[in-house]
């Protein structure tokens, strides 16, 4: 019998950390093909948008930050994406490098910023709710008061 083994009593190892698998790293390559021929040229700021929502959700998870921040940079998304159309203003010649055409890919960001920003405020609401209550279930409370 091997030393250590469950059979002989001996300590189990360490739990390591999960491989990549070639259908992770697949998986990545394609996302990532995918998002430049989609987005192009800004394919880094669709990156930035999800990148900068799951930060706010796994930094902030059940405080009341949370939904704030969330919240922010989901109106702050949306006065950036509409500001081409006032292209006079101070903050539409601020942006307009965000809205070059020539380089924005098959779908440009801005048309898809609404989907991304809907996604990034369902996920972050759905993961502050249960935060909450994972905390709320292990002081023995609700999360949520009942609707009357």
Same mark, same amino acid.
């Given at each position: 019998e091997a030393a250590g083994g469950a059979a002989g009593g001996g300590k189990t190892p360490p739990a390591a950390a999960p491989a990549v698998t070639m259908s992770a790293v697949y998986h990545l390559v394609v996302g990532l093909v995918l998002l430049v021929v989609y987005h192009g040229f800004y394919a880094p700021v669709v990156l930035l948008l999800a990148g900068l929502g799951y930060v706010i959700a796994t930094t902030f998870q059940g405080t009341h930050l949370s939904p @704030? /921040?969330?919240?922010?940079?989901? /109106?702050g998304t949306i006065v950036v994406k509409e500001s081409y159309r006032l292209p006079n203003t101070k903050l539409g010649r601020l942006t307009a490098p965000l809205f070059v055409s020539n380089f924005g890919g098959m779908y440009p960001w801005k048309f898809a910023a609404n =989907? *991304? *920003? /809907?996604? *990034? @405020?369902? =996920?972050n609401m759905d993961y502050y709710w249960a935060c909450r209550e994972a905390a709320a279930a292990a002081k023995g409370k609700e999360a949520r008061p009942e609707p009357p």
């Amino acid at each position: 019998e091997a030393a250590g083994g469950a059979a002989g009593g001996g300590k189990t190892p360490p739990a390591a950390a999960p491989a990549v698998t070639m259908s992770a790293v697949y998986h990545l390559v394609v996302g990532l093909v995918l998002l430049v021929v989609y987005h192009g040229f800004y394919a880094p700021v669709v990156l930035l948008l999800a990148g900068l929502g799951y930060v706010i959700a796994t930094t902030f998870q059940g405080t009341h930050l949370s939904p @704030v /921040l969330t919240w922010g940079l989901a /109106l702050g998304t949306i006065v950036v994406k509409e500001s081409y159309r006032l292209p006079n203003t101070k903050l539409g010649r601020l942006t307009a490098p965000l809205f070059v055409s020539n380089f924005g890919g098959m779908y440009p960001w801005k048309f898809a910023a609404n =989907f *991304i *920003i /809907l996604r *990034i @405020v369902s =996920f972050n609401m759905d993961y502050y709710w249960a935060c909450r209550e994972a905390a709320a279930a292990a002081k023995g409370k609700e999360a949520r008061p009942e609707p009357p």
